[in-house]
């Protein structure tokens, strides 16, 4: 299975050279770590930056420059900085080549759910609606499973959704997985992980087409 970083780096592999690209709060961030050296990428985050870069080093950090999770981030050359109102009028116009969330629960037709847990405080749904409302192009990185070995992958979402039939591929510790209308297909497994440990870990519909391969990271 894949640690967070694992998860991370292969959906790094599906950034392309002059994308821009918005980090959701979680995993997502970690994506900005393992994108190749040799394509140019924007990140833009909400709160209003583009051009971040990846995390500073111990001792490098500056409070002033935070992503969207209150993380203290780098910028690269020719960043910029601006107010939330900016910032959300790039998403809503569609400028964000790709959107990279984390999710709670995604369902087999591509709902998802990840601002809010029933009975748990939460200061609001951030930025993720106006992102799955508005983004093309949209990857899940998340568990498979939650603590209690429980599918987070689902027939139907059980949490207060974020948006409906949004979500185009999903990578998890185990896998990589791409929603079409039958259901979730398999495409990658995690190095070592067996397409039976998959199957028993997806509630929704799980469609297996030939030999799956493994990850390449």
Known sequence: MLD?????????KEVKDGYYVNLGIGIPTLVANFVRNDISVEFQSENGVLGMGPFPIDGEEDADLINAGKQTITTLPGASFFDSALSFSMIRGKHVDLTILGAMEVSENGDIANWKIPGKMVKGMGGAMDLVASAENIIVAMMHTNKAGESKLLKRCTLPLTGVGCVKKIVTNLAVLEVIPEGFKLLERAPGVSVEAIQNATEG?????????????
């Open 4 to 12: 967070k970083n694992g998860i991370a780096k292969r959906i790094a």
């Open 205 to 217: 519909e799980l469609l297996v087409e030939g030999d799956i391969p493994e990850m390449d990271l």
